[in-house]
């Protein structure tokens, strides 16, 4: 509530009323209650007065309050600038623990308000606008906390430095002339608050408070946050002080479920106030079910994105609960799987897990997580007795209800707890595919000396599962870790999968082959190290394998690059370990390629006057 006084009046000698009656007195204005005045009057009236003496005065009194209403009107509160000047219908919220209402009063001269296309705004900072980005880490969950980073995005070519002061990046284009020994500030607010103490500041910068009067933490380092931040939500607000960029944390226990919206008005120091500089918006969210994800990974799948998934061979589904906040540490969870294909229920106390498809189709998959989180036990309330009188009663108009139906039940242990679930659902399609690959003969071809320009030498390849319908080879160092050559191409093979690769090698020594087969939705490789002799040597070719097995990730990282021409990779979310190696082996053949197919020493891979081989 906002006082609003009218001083009282000085005694003075009131208009005559048809000549015969005059009053003398004082009046005052007080609150009383919302929107309402009292009107007191103090005097005497003159003999002959009578009813008509006394209402006159009242009668210029009341002409006086609108006038007086608007006066009253005037005060700017917390609402008006935060809500950018509009108003909102009065609806009573829970009070979220450390805000403050937004019915206080604002300090508009010490942090000016402009509504949106005041031209104070080209002019708020140098060199132009400053931008906010204000985000969320939400859905929370009821209960959990939400939290808030905001980040502020300045001109081209400025900075803060240490010390919290905005400056000009070194060697930027847009720099002012400057010696380079020399720093050039945009704001240097350190010489400002330096010179002026916390309590004996008289200067026009002392103002170290919020708009609504409070002072600013006196906490180490309070000089170099030269920014404030009002966050405002649910018809309340929060201030803080800061430099480029501001967090805060929201516990969502007396927040109402769905979606929400948060406001930020960010201010900057100035000589005699703080300056707006810029605003920002976000929504978010509280729900009473469990943020949940869901990763698959195959290592025979091509496209990990499709949900395109490969028979007989194992999928690892990885569970992601989304709770930044860890409101769910201490809570037993447990998960739920019906894979879909008859298999049952299955229940699991990891997040991870994995299920093999032994029939083709598509299938629904479902998961349920359940978390027991233990709470307080509520106080008993003792049950109160029957009115005893018929009277009617109404029912508190403050009253407030949980936001969601939770479940409190005793834990053996004497606790209490409730229950929060969390839902995921998928459809997938299940297909034949490769599953293995096996080099199961290496022979080096007898040549001329005319064609002893190169050593050639034959792959003899066998797979499991599905026909193959490409093949790619790369040619690499004996670590397998810098590639020499690669090459890719289409093979047509309608009995069994049985196949001849031929390849050719430069210069005699030690190699690390890998040989790739894949279809449109599965892939399979092959790994050996060999020995190649002179290019006019005849014979088996002296070689050990060394069989490295089917690399699960490198071949599934190999497929983006090999055969991105025949579908588009894009990868889902994974997980920190899968995602490591994801990036490591991506990168490891981005090089590769750069490498390999300038200069491919492959010569004729695909021969075509001698069936089965490649």
Not at 367 to 392: D, E, G, K
Not at 503 to 523: H, K, M, V, W
Request: proline share 6%.
């Amino acid at each position: 509530m906002h006082l609003c006084l009218i001083p009282s009046h000085d005694e003075s000698r009131g208009p005559s009323f048809n000549g015969r009656a005059e009053r003398r007195g004082s009046f005052t204005l007080t609150p009383a209650g919302t929107g309402a005045v009292s009107v007191r009057s103090s005097g005497r009236t003159r003999p002959g007065s009578g009813t008509m003496g006394a209402a006159r005065p009242l009668a210029l009194l009341l002409l006086l309050l609108p006038a007086q209403g608007l006066l009253c009107a005037a005060a700017t509160r917390f609402q008006d600038v935060l809500n950018h000047g509009s108003t909102s219908p009065v609806t009573s919220y829970k009070k979220l623990q450390g805000w403050s209402s937004d019915q206080n009063k604002w300090n508009e001269k010490l942090y000016p308000f402009w509504k949106e296309g005041d031209p104070r705004w080209k002019d708020c900072w140098k060199g132009g606008r400053v931008t906010a980005k204000l985000d969320s880490d939400s859905p929370a969950l009821v209960g959990s906390n939400v939290s808030f980073t905001v980040t502020l995005q300045f001109p081209k070519c400025q900075t803060e430095d240490n010390d919290g002061n905005i400056v000009y990046r070194r060697n930027c284009t847009r720099d002012p002339p400057a010696s380079m020994d020399q720093q050039v500030y945009v704001y240097n607010w350190t010489e400002w608050t330096d010179s002026c103490g916390w309590e004996n500041c008289t200067s026009n910068h002392s103002h170290h408070v919020f708009p609504d009067g409070r002072p600013f933490p006196h906490h180490p380092g309070w000089r170099r946050r030269n920014f404030v931040y009002v966050f405002h939500t649910f018809d309340q607000y929060y201030q803080t002080t800061g430099r480029s960029s501001a967090k805060f944390s929201v516990n969502t226990a007396n927040i109402t479920l769905g979606e929400h919206g948060m406001a930020v008005s960010i201010y900057r120091r100035g000589h005699s106030g703080f300056v707006p500089v810029a605003r920002a918006k976000t929504t978010y969210s509280v729900t009473d079910k469990i943020p949940v994800s869901v990763s698959m990974f195959q290592k025979h799948d091509r496209n990990i994105s499709d949900s395109i998934f490969i028979k007989d061979s194992p999928i690892t589904f990885d569970v992601k609960i989304h709770d930044p906040s860890y409101y769910l540490n201490n809570s037993a969870i447990s998960y739920k799987w019906n894979f879909g294909d008859g298999s049952g229920l299955f229940v699991a106390s990891g997040s991870s897990t994995s299920h093999t498809y032994t029939l083709q189709g598509n299938f629904t998959l479902n998961l349920t997580v359940q978390a027991i989180i233990p709470v307080p036990c509520r106080p008993v309330t003792p049950t109160a007795p029957p009115p005893t009188s018929a009277a009617p009663t109404g029912a508190s108009s403050d009253s407030d209800s949980s936001p969601t139906v939770e479940s409190v039940e005793d834990n053996p242990d004497g606790g209490c707890h409730i229950y929060r679930n969390g839902y995921y659902g998928s459809s997938i399609a299940v297909v034949e595919g490769i599953l293995e690959v096996n080099i199961i003969q290496m022979t080096s071809i007898q040549m001329t000396e005319s064609q002893a320009e190169n050593s050639l030498v034959d792959f003899v390849v066998t797979c499991q599962g599905s026909l193959p319908t490409d093949v790619c080879t790369v040619v690499s160092d004996p670590m397998c870790q810098v590639s020499k050559s690669m090459v890719c191409d289409p093979i047509d093979v309608t009995d069994e999968c049985l196949l001849t690769i031929r390849r050719a090698f430069e210069e005699p020594g030690t190699y690390c082959i890998n040989i790739t087969l894949g279809d449109d939705a599965s892939q399979a490789l092959a790994s050996a190290l060999i020995s190649v002799n002179g290019g006019a040597s005849s014979g088996t070719t002296e070689g050990v394998f060394i069989f490295l097995g089917l690399l699960a990730v490198f071949a599934t990282i190999g497929a983006f690059v090999l055969y991105k021409r025949y579908k588009q990779y894009k990868p889902i979310e994974r997980s920190a370990e899968q995602t490591q190696k994801q990036e490591g082996f991506t990168a490891y053949f981005s090089t590769f390629k750069a490498i390999f197919f300038p200069n491919s020493t492959e010569r004729n891979p695909l021969l075509k006057s001698k069936p089965g081989i490649v």
